[in-house]
């Protein structure tokens, strides 16, 4: 989670050629789209049976299944669709979007939205967004001496709105940032990340914003974190310096709201933070990680095979760190894997079938162990 455009980005800016697509096509003549279900899926790529394309230019990522799997909620900067930064989006599970059909917004419109996700009724969503602090989008730094960084709004808050886009309750208002926020697979909390100690740590609440309570306490940027199946466990990314040098640039870059995301690992926990141990040692950038069906092993997504930053794919490991395993085979980039709540489905966002260009769309494949 969090500022998915950025990280993209990161790998965009240097030029690679794609995997060819020689399958033939079926089409939406509903939308009009063009939907390669075999093409999509590249000869290595075994977990996936059956993959369709959802949508079709800008930056588009964080797609997260209602609890009854029939919608999808998600973040766009879609230039066609009338947005100047990430807002958030509405879409049936069967649905596909053209750049001329845009699909229902969800929130406001104003400032920069994040990391968007139903409760447990399906009729609301939480989502964080800085429109309090501004109506229009907060300035997007890439760069500080020379790295790749990414901002840490303190502007943040966390909203719950209905399907409509009508906010019905502010469930952050604390100082400094509050965003990522995610809900149980069992109904009953929260777990988001939060600069209120002074760090970027994990904190869960109830759905209504009461009790909440601090998980993490270890210097680093500990952030995108998502419930096991049964609400028991905990797994998220985290920077965690350890040098000297790196503590120093770590609190320097944080004091300027920023945060470098180029070395990260994984780590998991129990949901009140007790067991926390380290599940990878990879090297490079592994984060937006998500818990298997099975809530035994993780999905995530990482560049630890990469020597100059790209691709990034999908890899399964198990929660005790063992049988790596690489799931995606993508010369570009493969992120935010979500398995749908019935364990058939998983959206991922990819830099697959974009023509070389730059836009990163929301794929939908079904799953096979």
């Known amino acids: 989670m969090k500022s998915h455009y950025l990280l993209v980005l990161l790998v965009l800016t240097l030029s690679f ?21 075999d093409s999509l899926i590249y000869p290595e790529e075994t977990h996936f049976k059956s993959m369709r394309q959802v949508t079709y230019g800008g930056d588009n990522a964080e797609a997260y299944w209602s609890f009854d799997d029939k919608q999808l909620v998600f973040q766009s900067n879609n230039k066609k669709w009338d947005v100047d930064c990430d807002q958030m989006f509405l879409m ?89 926020p995610t809900v149980s697979p ?11 100690s002074g760090d970027l740590e ?16 270890e210097l680093g940027y500990d952030g995108g974190a998502f419930f096991s199946p ?3 466990k905990i797994i998220f990314r985290s920077s965690r310096p350890k040098t000297e ?43 937006s990680p998500f818990f298997h069906p ?31 395993k690489r799931v995606t085979h993508s010369e570009t980039f493969d992120a935010f894997p979500v398995f749908s709540n019935d364990g058939k489905y998983l959206a991922f966002s990819s830099n697959r079938n974009n023509g070389g260009g730059r836009d990163t769309n929301l794929f939908i494949a079904e799953w096979q162990d």
């Open 186 to 196: 069992q109904g009953d909390k929260i777990v988001f990340t939060s600069t209120r």
């Open 294 to 324: 099975s809530g035994e092993k993780i999905l995530f997504s990482s560049n630890f095979e990469s020597e100059r930053g790209f691709p990034f794919n999908l890899y399964l490991i198990d929660i005790d760190g063992k049988n790596l």
């Open 202 to 217: 994990l904190y869960t609440m109830n759905l209504d914003g009461s009790d909440v309570k601090q998980i993490t306490d």
């Open 92 to 180: 049936d599970a069967n649905e596909t979007f053209t750049d001329s059909i845009a699909p229902p917004m969800v929130s406001t419109g104003k400032g920069r939205t994040t990391c968007s996700y139903f409760m447990p009724d399906n009729k609301h969503i939480i989502y964080a967004s800085t429109h309090l602090g501004n109506d229009f989008c907060p300035e997007t730094p890439l760069r500080k001496n020379g790295k790749y960084i990414w901002p840490i709004y303190d502007s943040y808050d966390i909203f719950v709105a209905d399907l409509e886009g009508n906010i019905v309750q502010q469930l952050t208002n604390e100082e400094g940032y509050d965003a990522e």
């Open 230 to 232: 049964d609400g028991t």
């Open 17 to 37: 050629s794609c995997k060819n697509d020689t399958s033939k096509a079926t089409t939406d003549t509903t939308s009009g789209a063009t939907e390669t279900y």
């Open 245 to 287: 040098e790196e503590i120093k640039e770590y609190k320097d870059l944080l004091a300027e709201g920023l945060v470098q995301p180029t070395e990260m690992e994984l780590y998991i926990c129990n949901a009140d933070g007790s067991d926390l141990r380290q599940l990878t040692d990879l090297g490079n950038a592994n984060w």
